[in-house]
């Protein structure tokens, strides 16, 4: 029997995480470059593949878990990826405070395994760490490069500085093809509704709609380098084809406030933020990080690499996404109710909160 990385056959890539934002958008890139595509998914009763839905006839699924090495081996023997994306991670910042065992067991300990499990079965297997500009936390300079100093201001941060540092262990000590990315916030159509810009995006969206009549959030001063998930993506893959392996910045070197957010999403419909954005203390972090804005000339020299989307066109594709989804789901909605449609597919009418 061939085995499925043999010579003359296509690269395959395993990536953890993909039914998440950026395992959904490497995964588009990766079938793009003629890859064959292996994502790994927990051992749950419900898997959320709506980010992935069209791409299922196209990506093979594999069950393991970050927790349990023993499937990591076993995936990695049978699947032999030539390159392995490590995407997967509890990476909501407020619940690493309510969850910071769990954390760090997956987000930390995770990556240890992973790369454990590399070294035993095919120590020529490609790995990409996704890393985190929360390893900054309380900035020790501006803008951040790939050596400013960590200071992590959240157990996610923490574990994000334990992923990043055993990925460089192992690539020292046991010689592997190792990198992280350290990734700034970058957004998309896609990203889940608990983070900031889609609250904001999907909340003024709503308001415009006429089914909310306000917004409530945290700090308006905290300031992020927010880009593309669909350009990040691309940065990854590209670390992975140098010749030899390192770390890199992924930014786009500008910052905004979410008070700056809050204007862009709602001037994208016509509204006056203030007239519904309210402070609310309980949307506050315990330690909070306030200045994130990354240096990424390393990228652009070394891997070609640049941001495509600005800031403008971000918030006004998840806007207009947003609204296409409200406007989407009231349809069916009112169908529904008058008669006029019959059937709905699971998921396809359901609004959030």
Not at 70 to 96: C, H, K, M, W
Not at 190 to 209: D, N, P, Q, S
């Amino acid at each position: 029997m061939t085995a499925p990385n043999e010579v003359g056959s296509k690269k395959r890539a395993l990536i953890t995480g993909i039914t998440g934002q950026d395992g959904s958008y490497l995964a588009e890139f990766l079938l793009d470059k003629g890859y064959d595509v292996i994502g790994m998914v927990r051992r749950t009763s419900t898997i959320n593949l709506d980010r992935i839905a069209h791409l299922q006839d196209k990506v093979s699924m594999v069950q393991g878990d970050l927790i349990d090495e023993v499937s990591l081996i076993g995936i990695l023997r049978e699947q032999q990826p030539d390159e392995v994306y490590n995407l997967a991670a509890q990476s909501f910042v407020p619940t690493s405070w309510s969850q910071p065992v769990l954390t760090g067991e997956c987000t930390a300990l995770g990556v240890t395994r992973l790369l454990d499990a590399i070294r035993m079965v095919d120590p020529k297997i490609k790995f990409y760490q996704a890393s985190s500009s929360e390893m900054f936390g309380k900035v020790q300079q501006i803008p951040q490069t790939e050596k400013t100093p960590f200071y992590p201001r959240s157990p996610y941060g923490v574990a994000k500085v334990y992923g990043h540092w055993i990925t460089i262990n192992y690539r020292e000590s046991y010689d592997l093809f190792a990198c992280s990315g350290i990734l700034f916030n970058h957004e998309s159509p896609r990203r889940g509704h608990e983070f900031v810009t889609h609250k904001v995006t999907y909340g003024a969206a709503k308001i415009k709609m006429g089914l909310a009549n306000e917004l409530r959030l945290g700090n308006l001063d905290s300031k992020r380098d927010w880009g593309y998930a669909g350009d990040y993506v691309k940065a990854m893959w590209l670390m992975l084809q140098q010749p030899e392996p390192d770390d890199y910045v992924i930014a786009t070197g500008e910052t905004h406030s979410i008070r700056e957010l809050c204007e862009e999403a709602f001037g994208c419909l016509g509204l006056d933020w203030q007239d519904f954005v309210v402070v609310d203390p309980k949307f506050l972090r315990p330690a909070e990080v306030e200045h994130l804005v990354g240096d990424a000339s390393k990228a652009r020299r070394v891997l070609g690499w640049k941001p495509e989307v600005n800031f403008k066109q971000l918030i006004k594709m998840m806007v207009d996404a947003d609204l296409e989804t409200l406007r989407r789901a009231k349809y069916l909605q009112d169908g529904l109710t008058n008669g006029n449609i019959k059937h709905v597919v699971p998921g396809t009418m359901h609004i959030l909160p």
